[in-house]
C-alpha cells in the first residue's frame, strides 16, 4: 500500500495540471450537464430539459504565468518583474487555452436502465503555445557573444476552432456493475484558424543567424462569415446550413467496485471538423535562411544621397521579407482534430451525503497532452444543495481549488461552478480560471438514484 | 435549521472573498517598480571577402587597375589626348595674287596681211612666299581657289588659252581656253572665272628645278579683220591663289614650336595619407607620343612638379633632356608612329617623387617639328598629328611603415546611446595582403578635443601575412578583436560631435621588407556585435 502511494505521489508531483470542468464530472449525480464530460453519467430526473442561452454557460481561460509568475515583491513591498519567474514557467509549459460553450439546447430522458439526451451546443476551442525559448529571446535577446540563441519553432501552436454541435447521446446499464454510455455528434464549423507544419528552428549568435522552416500553412475559415457577422449576419451560415462538418463520439464507461466506490472514465471530443466552406489558406514555402552579415563592399557603395537607390540593408530586409509571403489559397479543404479530452476518476461515498474522490484529466491539442489531478469532496444538504469541493494538483502543490454549487428548487434547478475558486479570492496566482453556470428544468424522479 | 442555514452562509462568504481578492489583487498594481529591461543582442552585422580590385573597383577613385603576368598589382592614372593637334595648326598656304599684261608688238602688226590668224603664247612665274621659309616641292590641295581675271581690248575676234603648269589634274596639266567676238566695242573679253582646286596637285619645282615656283602659260590667238592691232591692245591677266588648304605638301619643311603644353593630374589614391614611410620599387610615367607628320619632333620636358599639401619636388635626371621621337619614311605615309618615353627609376628621381605621397603632379612639355631643320625631304599630310599620352605606372612592390591615413567624420549617436549599456564589436581577419592595419576611433567634441578612444589596447585589426624573399605572402594571417564600449565608455561618447577615424599602415616586418600586392590576396573579414539594452519601462 505504501508503495502504491508512493506512485501515486510521484505521478501526481510528475504532471503539471490544469483544471478543467473537475467540478462538474464530481457532481455528476446532481447536474445533468456532467453527462458532456461522461456520457454514461445520468440525472436523477426523468425528464430534464435546458433551454437556449441558459442551460449551461462555460468559460475557461489558462495561461502559462500568473500575475504572480511575473513579479517578485522586494523587502520594500514594491513588486519587480522576474524575468527568470516568467522565463521558467513558460519553459514548463507556454500554454494558452480558451473554451468556451453556450448551450443553445438541452434535453434528457431517463430510462429504468438509461438515459437519452439530445444537446445542441455552441463551443469555442482556442489553443496557443509561446515557447519558452521565444519568451527568453524577448526578455534577454539573443544572448553574449558565446552563447547562440535557438528558438525552437516547433513548440508554437495555434488552432482555434468555433464549432456548433449537435450531440445525441445514450447510456445504459449493462449489469449491476457496469455502466457504460457514448455519444455521437454532429459538428458545423463556424470558424477556425489552424496551423499546420510549423516546425524549425531560429538560431542567431554574433556570427550569423539561421532560419530552417518546414513548409508551413495557415488554414482560416469563416473569414468572411465574420466580416459580414454584424450587422447582417448570415444565418444560414451559422445554423448548420454550411459546407463545414464534421463528426465526433464521446465514449464513457462506470464501474462499481463496490457498493461504496465508482470509477468512471470517459473519453471525450474524438473526431475533427472537415472545413470545405468559407474557406482560405496561406501556404508559406521552406526557409532556408543564413545571414552572416551585410556586404561590406556593398555597404560602401550605397548612396544615401540617390532617393531611386535602395540600401543593401532594405534589400536584404525585403530578401528575408519575401521568404515570408505566403500563397493564398481560396476553397482549400482541410481538416481541425477536437481537441480530445479524457477524464478519469473513482469516488467513495461515506454516510450517503459525503463522497470523495480523485479524478484525472487530460487534453490533447496539437499532439501535445496537459494532464491534472484532483481531489475531490462533495456534500449533499439535503434535496436542494449539493456542494462540491476539490483540490488540483500543479506546480507540485494543491493550489487550485474549485466549489461548485447546484440549487434544486422544485423542477428548478441553477448551479455554478468554478473550477478554481482561488483565482477569484487570489487572481494574481491565477493561472487558470473556469465557470460554469446555468439553468435546468427537471421533472420527476429516476427510480435508485 | 442547521441545513437551511448553510447556503446564505457559503454564498456571503464566496462574495465578500471574490470582492477581497481582486481589489487586493487591482491594489498591487500601484506596487509594480520600474523594470529595466536588459535585452542582449548578439548580430552579425558585415562581411566580405575582397581582393585588392574588389575595393578599389568599389571606392571613387581615379586610379585604374592593372596587373602584370604574375599578377602584381598596378594602379595606374591616364592623362590621354594630354596634347594633340593637327599639321593645319602649324602650316598655312598663303594667299597669292599676281597680274601680267599681254599684247602684240608692232613690226608684227604691220607684217599682217587683210585677213589672217596669228597667234601669240607667253609664259610667266610667281613665287609662293612661306611664312617660315619652307621650301615646297608640291602640294596635294584639298581645297582652294585659283580666280582668273581677264580684261582684252583687241579690235578683232579671237581666243585666249591658260596653260596651268603647275596644276595638274588627275595627272594632266590644267588648261582653259576663253574665246570671244569682235562686234566694234570694247572690250571685247571682260571676265572673272573661278577655278576650284580641290584634289588638284600643284608642282612647284618649275620641273625639278627650283621650289615654291606656279608656272603658267597664255597663248592668245587673233582672226585678223582688217583693224589695226596697236601695241595698246592688250589682255590684261590677274591670277589668285586663294584659301588653299592641302592634303599633303612635300619639301623641306622649316622648324616649328609646339606650344607649350600644361596640365595636372591627380592621384586621389594617397588622399589622407601622411608621414610614415612610402617607398614604392618600380614606379614609372610613360609618355606615349604619336607622330605622323612625315619629319621629326623632339618633346622636352620643362616642368614635373609633384606636390602634396605641404612640399613640392621637381623631376630630376637624364629624362628631362629634349627626347627626339620616330617619325613616318615616306613609305609610311598616313601612318602615326609611336614613340614611349618611360620615365622610372634609371633616368630620373621619380621614385622619391611617389615617396613624399603626392596629391598632383603638374607637368609642362614642349615640342618641336623638325627641329634644326635636320630633315630635307618630309612631307606633312593635313591630318599629320602630334598627340601626347600620359600614363602613371605605381606597381605595388616596396615598403611602408608607420604610414597614417585619418579621415573626420560628422558623428551623432542619437538618443538611442541612452538605452545601450554595453556595446562589443567582433572583428574577425582572415588577411592574405602582407599589410597590417592599426585602426583608433577618437570621440571629438564641437571644439575638438578629444573625449574618448574606442579601442583601448590592441587596435591591430590585421595582421600582415607572411611574406618570403621575393615579397609573395605564404601565409595568410587570421585574427579576432573584440572592441568593447562599456556604459561609462558610452556615456562619454555620447556628446561628441565628430569622430577621427585613424589608420597606420605597415608592410610585413613593419616595412623592413619589400612585398607585392597581387590581384590574388584576399581579405576576409566578418564583423559582428552585441549590445546590451537597457530600456526603463513604466514604474510607479
Known amino acids: 500500500m505504501k508503495k502504491q502511494l508512493l506512485i501515486l505521489f510521484m505521478t501526481l508531483i510528475a504532471i503539471t495540471a490544469y483544471t478543467q470542468q473537475i467540478t462538474l464530472y464530481q457532481m455528476y449525480s446532481s447536474i445533468p450537464q456532467s453527462n458532456q464530460i461522461n456520457p454514461v453519467f445520468m440525472p436523477r430526473s426523468k425528464i430534464t430539459i435546458g433551454l437556449p442561452l441558459i442551460s449551461s454557460d462555460y468559460v475557461s481561460v489558462s495561461t502559462p504565468a500568473s500575475f504572480d509568475d511575473f513579479f517578485t515583491r522586494s523587502a520594500d513591498d514594491s513588486l519587480r518583474i522576474d524575468e527568470q519567474k516568467i522565463i521558467d514557467a513558460f519553459n514548463k509549459s507556454g500554454k494558452f487555452d480558451f473554451e468556451g460553450n453556450i448551450g443553445l439546447l438541452f434535453l434528457g430522458l431517463r430510462t429504468k436502465t438509461g438515459f437519452f439526451s439530445l444537446s445542441l451546443n455552441s463551443r469555442l476551442d482556442a489553443g496557443f503555445t509561446l515557447p519558452g525559448s521565444l519568451v527568453e529571446f524577448a526578455f534577454r535577446g539573443s544572448g553574449d557573444t558565446g552563447t547562440p540563441a535557438s528558438i525552437r519553432i516547433s513548440e508554437i501552436n495555434l488552432q482555434t476552432v468555433w464549432f456548433n454541435e449537435i450531440a445525441v447521446g445514450y447510456s445504459r446499464e449493462l449489469n449491476s456493475k457496469i455502466t457504460v454510455g457514448g455519444k455521437l455528434k454532429y459538428l458545423q464549423g463556424i470558424g477556425t484558424i489552424s496551423v499546420e507544419g510549423l516546425n524549425g528552428y531560429i538560431e542567431s549568435s554574433i556570427d550569423s543567424i539561421h532560419i530552417s522552416m518546414d513548409p508551413w500553412s495557415v488554414h482560416t475559415a469563416g473569414q468572411e462569415f465574420l466580416k459580414s457577422a454584424f450587422p447582417s449576419a448570415n444565418t444560414d451560415y451559422f445554423l448548420f446550413q454550411n459546407g463545414n462538418k464534421g463528426w465526433g463520439i464521446d465514449v464513457g464507461v462506470e464501474y462499481k467496485f463496490m457498493d461504496n466506490l465508482l470509477l468512471s472514465a470517459s473519453i471525450l471530443d474524438v473526431g475533427k471538423i472537415t472545413w470545405k466552406e468559407d474557406t482560405k489558406s496561406y501556404l508559406f514555402d521552406e526557409v532556408k535562411y543564413t545571414f552572416e552579415g551585410f556586404d561590406l563592399l556593398e555597404l560602401l557603395e550605397d548612396d544615401e544621397n540617390d532617393p531611386n537607390s535602395q540600401s543593401t540593408i532594405e534589400d536584404e530586409i525585403d530578401s528575408l521579407g519575401s521568404l515570408f509571403e505566403p500563397e493564398e489559397v481560396e476553397g482549400t479543404i482541410f481538416s481541425t482534430p477536437l481537441s480530445g479530452k479524457f477524464y478519469a476518476g473513482g469516488r467513495y461515498t461515506l454516510l450517503t451525503i459525503h463522497t470523495f474522490g480523485v479524478i484525472i484529466y487530460g487534453k490533447i491539442f496539437k499532439s501535445q497532452l496537459t494532464p491534472s489531478v484532483a481531489l475531490t469532496y462533495n456534500i449533499e444538504l439535503g434535496k436542494i444543495l449539493n456542494v462540491g469541493l476539490n483540490a488540483t494538483f500543479r506546480n507540485k502543490t494543491f493550489n487550485n481549488f474549485g466549489v461548485g454549487l447546484s440549487a434544486k428548487l422544485g423542477p428548478v434547478q441553477v448551479y455554478g461552478l468554478v473550477d478554481n475558486f482561488q483565482s477569484i479570492l487570489l487572481p494574481e496566482g491565477a493561472r487558470v480560471i473556469s465557470a460554469r453556470v446555468g439553468l435546468n428544468f427537471m421533472f420527476g424522479k429516476a427510480k435508485g438514484s | ?540
Open chain 2, 1 to 540: 435549521m442547521g441545513k437551511a442555514s448553510f447556503s446564505p452562509a457559503i454564498f456571503f462568504i464566496v462574495i465578500a472573498s471574490v470582492f477581497y481578492g481582486c481589489n487586493g489583487a487591482f491594489s498591487d498594481l500601484n506596487k509594480i517598480g520600474q523594470y529595466t529591461w536588459n535585452p542582449s543582442l548578439a548580430f552579425p552585422i558585415a562581411k566580405a571577402t575582397f581582393g585588392f580590385e574588389d575595393f578599389i573597383n568599389r571606392n571613387d577613385t581615379l586610379a585604374l587597375i592593372e596587373k602584370d603576368e604574375e599578377g602584381l598589382i598596378i594602379l595606374t592614372y591616364e592623362n590621354n589626348d594630354l596634347f594633340s593637334q593637327n599639321a593645319a595648326s602649324y602650316l598655312e598656304l598663303p594667299d597669292e595674287t599676281h597680274t601680267e599684261s599681254f599684247n602684240f608688238n608692232s613690226p608684227l602688226l604691220i607684217q599682217l596681211p587683210i585677213a589672217f590668224q596669228i597667234s601669240k603664247t607667253e609664259f610667266f612665274n610667281f613665287k609662293i612666299e612661306t611664312e617660315e621659309g619652307d621650301e615646297i616641292d608640291s602640294v596635294l590641295l584639298q581645297s582652294g581657289e585659283l580666280e582668273l581675271k581677264m580684261l582684252a581690248n583687241f579690235p578683232a575676234s579671237g581666243e585666249v588659252k591658260f596653260r596651268f603648269l603647275s596644276l595638274f589634274l588627275n595627272g594632266e596639266q590644267v588648261e582653259f581656253t576663253y574665246p570671244w567676238q569682235y562686234s566694234g566695242t570694247q572690250p571685247v573679253l571682260d571676265q572673272t572665272d573661278i577655278l576650284d582646286l580641290s584634289n588638284l596637285k600643284m608642282d612647284l619645282t618649275d620641273g625639278g628645278t627650283t621650289v615654291n615656283t606656279f608656272n603658267f602659260e597664255v597663248e592668245i590667238t587673233l582672226n585678223y579683220e582688217g583693224q589695226p592691232v596697236l601695241p595698246s591692245n592688250s589682255l590684261e591677266i590677274e591670277v589668285k591663289l586663294l584659301n588653299a588648304t592641302f592634303k599633303a605638301i612635300y619639301g623641306k619643311i622649316s622648324e616649328r614650336k609646339i606650344d607649350p603644353v600644361s596640365d595636372t593630374l591627380k592621384l586621389d589614391f594617397f588622399d589622407n595619407l601622411s608621414n610614415g614611410f612610402f617607398y614604392l620599387d618600380e614606379p614609372a610615367i610613360s609618355i606615349n607620343i604619336g607622330n605622323s607628320f612625315g619629319l621629326p619632333v623632339s618633346v622636352n620636358i620643362l616642368s614635373f612638379e609633384a606636390s602634396n599639401e605641404t612640399s613640392t619636388l621637381n623631376l630630376t635626371g637624364d629624362i628631362t633632356q629634349p627626347q627626339l621621337i620616330n617619325f613616318p619614311a615616306l613609305g609610311q605615309l598616313g601612318d602615326t608612329i609611336r614613340t614611349v618615353i618611360t620615365i622610372d627609376h634609371t633616368n630620373s628621381n621619380l621614385p622619391e617623387l611617389i615617396s613624399m605621397l603626392p596629391t598632383q603632379i603638374i607637368y609642362v612639355f614642349e615640342g618641336t617639328i623638325n627641329p634644326q631643320g635636320i630633315a630635307d625631304n618630309s612631307f606633312v599630310l593635313n591630318e599629320s598629328i602630334v598627340d601626347v599620352d600620359l600614363k602613371i605606372e605605381l606597381p605595388l612592390k616596396g615598403r611602408l611603415s608607420d604610414l597614417e591615413a585619418s579621415n573626420l567624420f560628422e558623428f551623432d549617436v542619437g538618443e538611442i546611446a541612452e538605452d545601450i549599456d554595453f556595446v562589443l564589436f567582433q572583428i574577425y581577419t582572415n588577411n592574405g595582403f602582407p599589410l597590417s592595419l592599426d585602426i583608433q576611433v577618437i570621440f571629438l567634441d564641437e571644439i575638438g578635443t578629444e573625449l574618448e578612444r574606442l579601442i583601448d589596447e590592441d587596435n591591430r585589426i590585421l595582421e600582415a601575412a607572411e611574406v618570403n624573399a621575393e615579397g609573395n605572402v605564404t601565409l595568410s594571417k587570421e585574427k579576432t578583436i573584440q572592441v568593447i564600449a562599456d556604459d561609462d565608455k558610452l556615456q562619454r561618447i555620447q556628446s561628441a560631435s565628430t569622430i577621427r577615424i585613424e589608420v597606420v599602415i605597415n608592410t610585413t616586418g613593419d616595412g623592413t621588407t619589400s612585398v607585392k600586392i597581387l590581384d590574388s590576396y584576399q581579405l576576409e573579414i566578418k564583423i559582428g556585435a552585441q549590445i546590451d539594452f537597457g530600456l526603463n519601462v513604466g514604474g510607479s
